[in-house]
């Protein structure tokens, strides 16, 4: 983001919010009034030619804008790509677009916010816009569950990801650990660290971004719901659970952190995470699969691989989604939709989606790109590219816990989490700090749903 998960990390949000004097939290606010009022209001384009709202810094803006060439020389409409920083900036412009009345044509939204997006009541599902041909049954089952709300395709997946965990091969090796054989529970985890840091390998044997992602994830493998309501996606959430395996989770974070064998990089330091893996401080990251493309590039000095990642027990569920899709506004004028409908199709194409997913890692999200990759082997060229594809593919889609948290207060939750987890692994008493991450979080729905 950049990659989804990497634009969290290295982000400057003054621009909007300055400017309008709107903070975030208000604009949340904002979303869940219009979510109640009465109905879709009339909107502007911000110009004649389509423009989308993305957050893709680096080479893959760069990719997003070939394909608008591309997507203009072959159907003579002009598209604007216009890079707006942030996954969280292009969340405040949109809902502050929707006050004022003039609105970019798609935005791509973070599956996080999703929920305060649909809150608005000013988004037409994408499903009502593509073209009567399309056919939505090629999104990979686990993709399109997600992004399927009230039955239809309510946005367009297209960059999507799931968490996994990179290695140092040339590290495992040194400290005795066998490369080819990754841990895939938190148990062996701390075992290989413990390897690593005592053998003076590296100075900690993992790190990641304080992400709630990442939390979402160990539930998801665990089988577990974050919330209830099926993690929002059967109602309006009220609680905020914390089952056994989360007490385990935040024992098992807190003894390494104690025991120096992993370092927290700071709260949604995607960055700062990565270039402790590269300059080899730690012998495993958790990171995004976005992220295979950059560390294969910048990992010149150690053989880095992919591997799946490592869950609380041996239950292995499946992981939560992440990444972004391209919703629609509704009361833009009617004759932009059909244009809006044949760029959504030719996002979602499969020569698109080949292109995307081996410029930048996010995995292929239609059967048919899938399939291509493999008839021409990619995947056991590139092995690496593999890995969360087939972690998600071995993801149960049918269980709710594999279904990423639906929640209106989505960015506050996620704070919450954030923070807490902090609290809780430099505490003394782990319960009394997960019971208050529990009723924090449980105020803010109430206060948002209710």
Known sequence: MKSTEEAMGGISRRGVLTR????????????????????T????????ELTVWHAMGGTNGETLDTIAADFE????TSVNMEFQDSYEDVLTNTLAAFDSGSVSDMLQVDSLFAQQVLDTGQVRPVEQILPDDFETDDFLD????????DGELASLPFNNSNAIMYINRDAFEEAGLDPDDPPRTLAEVRSASEQLVDQGVTQYGITWPNHVWFVETWYGFEGQLMTDAENGHAGDPSTFRTPDAIYDLFEWWKGMADDGLYTNPGVEAWGEATSLFIEQEAAMVLTSTASVAGLIADSEDF?????PYPSISDTRVGPVIGGASFYVPDGLPEDRYEEIG??????AAPEVQTEWHKGSGYYPITQPSVD????????????????ALEQLQNGDADDPATKRALLGPARNVQTTV??????????????SEIDAMKDEVETILDDYYN
């Not at 020389?73 to 003579?76: L, N």
């Not at 053989?303 to 591997?307: G, H, K, R, S, T």
């Not at 044949?342 to 996002?347: A, F, R």
């Open 342 to 347: 044949q760029l959504l199709e030719y996002m």
């Open 372 to 387: 291509s990759l493999r008839e021409e082997g990619w995947f056991e060229e590139n092995p690496m590219y593999n890995v």
């Open 418 to 431: 954030q923070d807490k987890s902090v609290d809780i692994i430099n505490a003394d008493d782990i319960g």
């Open 142 to 149: 686990n993709v399109a569950e997600f992004f399927t709300v």
């Open 303 to 307: 053989d880095v691989d992919a591997a």
């Open 20 to 39: 309008s004097g709107l903070t975030l939290g208000a604009l949340s606010g904002l979303a869940g009034c219009l979510g109640s009022g009465g109905g």
């Open 41 to 48: 209001q009339q909107f502007s384009p911000i110009a004649d």
């Open 73 to 76: 020389s072959e159907h003579g």
